[in-house]
Every structure is written in structure tokens, then in C-alpha cells.
């Protein structure tokens, strides 16, 4: 499995609207375990997405889906900075029904 951490800081004001781009954007892709969109808890404009893959390769593929694609060109005027903490090696996924809810 492969996992990405990354830390997205918003412009003022805008981390609602990159949590409903990034809601539309992540449905049906294939490879994706997780893929997990929280806010900071201190920062207004911070958001936190950890993602699951089956591979780094299924990560890589959907980069090019059509929904994560026209969702980019929306979403980056949102992002004032993107970070990618950690890339990591997952063992183990859990899923229950708070994971599928909306």
C-alpha cells in the first residue's frame, strides 16, 4: 500500500469551499482505501487529507480521472500553500460506517 499526508493551507475564507472540491472530486477512484479530508483544529485555514492507495501507481493514475482533473484548475486558487508531510507505507486500513457516511 502507499499513503500521502499532505497539509493544505487555504486563502482566507476558503477551506469550506476546497472541502466540497475535494468531496466532489473523490468519489470512484479506483485503487483509493482512504481518503480522508479533516480540519485543523487550530487553523482556520487548514486542511489535512490522508490518503490510502493500493499502489503508488493507482495514485499516480488517478491524477488523471476526469472529476480529480477539472477539480484541480478549481481547488488551487483556494490553496495558499500545499505541503506533502509524509508519504508512507500503510499495514492496515479499518473501515466502519463513519467512513461512509457524508
Not at 502507499?2 to 466540497?20: E, M, S
Not at 480540519?39 to 490510502?52: F, Q
Request: glycine share 4%; proline share 6%; aromatic share 4%.
Amino acid at each position: 500500500m502507499y499513503g500521502l499526508i499532505v497539509k493544505l493551507t487555504t486563502v482566507a475564507g476558503a477551506r469550506d469551499r476546497l472541502i466540497d472540491i475535494l468531496r466532489g472530486s473523490a468519489t470512484s477512484m479506483p485503487g483509493c482505501a482512504s481518503y480522508v479530508v479533516a480540519k485543523d483544529t487550530t487553523d482556520e485555514n487548514v486542511l489535512w487529507v490522508t490518503e490510502v492507495w493500493a499502489s503508488e501507481s493507482s495514485h499516480k493514475a488517478s491524477l488523471g480521472l476526469p472529476a480529480v482533473r477539472n477539480a484541480i484548475p478549481r481547488a488551487q486558487p483556494l490553496i495558499a500553500h500545499f505541503e506533502r508531510v509524509a508519504v508512507t507505507s500503510p499495514v492496515s486500513v479499518a473501515t466502519d460506517a463513519l467512513a461512509r457516511s457524508p
